[in-house]
């Protein structure tokens, strides 16, 4: 009888530990639930106070009880679709002005995750102008990138300055959105482009002129110019993108003179940059570069000829009867494209720098 009184109490015990246990799962789905539909709630409340401040209304009410990070969510829909005018007005919101501050707080953290955070914020509120350029020069290359893509959006020579010098940095993600920065600073960036070109023995100096190629100014040229004779293939196609970049009679002049260039990826881009320009009368010079040692410049002679038209595709079609089997297998390549080709914006054929085709001898 003892032993049987003993395991009903066990039992009994195990019950009660069991639906102790049902309960709080079941009291912890059951908050879940509420918290959901109260940031549901929060979430259509807070778009509504952003759409009628957007629409006009006087009043800036706040967007009621919502985390930071719903908060944020409902700021940056909003700020995706709307202009200056539109921003102004969100820029009235208290939340607008307390998330701001909370960013800046963030990009002043010794921790680098929350100082990322908070350049990530300021790209998407605006702002940050004296608390993010420090970032640029931060220990932390992906705080670097931020700061960098954060400057896109408010371009000045200075920064352009500090960008300029990113471009040799030693993180790859620093040295690439610091070129798709400035190309998008566009003539913001010109004087700090001029400045380093102009230095005794400028860093990444292919880079450099690289970008210069895509912001097109003709105030470029010159500088660019002054390494044409540099021992560095690379420097030299760069020059070659610039002078294409500039068109006019002198860019082509200029271009002409680097199809004798002992680097092949210097000639290429020189017919390639002649093929974008549209210069016709090159075409005799473009068709005898189709039997070219190196398949690259080959390749970018034969897409120039197929630009340019009529003339350059007379040259194409005699190709095919000559007595250079390159020449030939190129143009018949070309040709068989069943159309122009497709050059990038610089006037530089995508594949013009391809090396890994057959050479010749």
Request: proline residues 6%.
């Amino acid at each position: 009888m003892q032993l049987y009184d003993m395991l009903a109490a066990v039992l009994l015990a195990e019950g009660g530990v069991l639906g102790a246990g049902l309960s709080v799962v079941l009291g912890h789905a059951a908050f879940q639930q509420l918290r959901t539909a109260r940031l549901r709630s929060g979430l259509r409340t807070g778009r509504q106070v952003v759409a009628r401040v957007l629409a006009g209304a006087t009043d800036r009410p706040a967007l009621g009880r919502l985390p930071v990070d719903k908060a944020i969510e409902v700021v940056a829909d909003a700020t995706r679709s709307v202009d200056a005018a539109g921003r102004a007005r969100l820029a009235e919101l208290p939340v607008y002005a307390a998330l701001t501050e909370r960013a800046a707080r963030w990009c002043a953290s010794p921790s680098w995750p929350r100082r990322l955070k908070g350049i990530r914020l300021l790209v998407i509120l605006g702002g940050g102008e004296s608390t993010v350029p420090p970032l640029l020069e931060d220990a932390r290359a992906e705080v670097r990138s931020a700061a960098a893509a954060w400057a896109a959006n408010h371009p000045s020579p200075e920064l352009a300055s500090r960008l300029v010098r990113m471009l040799s940095d030693d993180a790859l993600a620093c040295r690439l959105t610091a070129h798709r920065t400035l190309i998008r600073m566009g003539l913001h960036a010109v004087p700090a482009l001029i400045d380093h070109m102009s230095e005794e023995t400028p860093a990444s100096l292919a880079t450099a002129l690289l970008v210069a190629s895509r912001v097109h100014d003709s105030a470029l040229m010159g500088p660019a110019l002054a390494h044409r004779g540099s021992s560095d293939p690379d420097v030299r196609a760069a020059v070659v993108q610039v002078i294409a970049s500039g068109g006019g009679s002198d860019g082509v002049e200029g271009l002409e003179g680097f199809l004798d260039d002992p680097a092949p990826a210097v000639r290429a881009a020189a017919a390639a940059g002649l093929g974008g320009l549209g210069h016709w009368p090159s075409s005799p010079r473009l068709a005898g570069m189709l039997s070219d040692p190196a398949w690259e410049v080959r390749r970018a002679a034969g897409l120039a000829l197929d630009r340019l038209g009529g003339p350059g595709q007379l040259y194409l079609q005699r190709a095919l009867d000559s007595s250079d089997r390159f020449a030939q297998d190129m143009a018949r390549q070309v040709l068989d494209r069943g159309g122009p080709a497709h050059f990038a914006d610089n006037g530089i054929a995508p594949d013009a720098f391809v090396t890994n085709g057959k050479e010749r001898g």
